[in-house]
């Protein structure tokens, strides 16, 4: 299963309506604190702000994850 996607949408209208849809399939609003970002996005933060909120300094795009149950696997 994929664990990480990036989907590109042109213009804020389009922005929202996925946002919308990817909330009614269980996906919460990233929140804009730099401190609640997965490690993995790390490499795709801009170097502004150095401390903050993404949302409140700059257009930033929306981010929607889902919280997902450890997986455990066995070697059977």
Known sequence: M???AI???EGPQD???VGKLLELLGLKKFD???????SFWN???PTYP????FYKR????SILFTVRKKE???ND
């Open 58 to 61: 700059l257009d930033m795009p």
């Open 2 to 4: 994929v664990k990480y």
């Open 7 to 9: 989907i590109g949408v």
């Open 72 to 74: 455990t696997f066995t």
């Open 50 to 53: 150095k401390k903050g909120n």
């Open 15 to 17: 922005q929202a309506i």
């Open 32 to 38: 804009g604190s730099v401190s609640n970002l997965d």
């Open 43 to 45: 490499k795709f933060i």
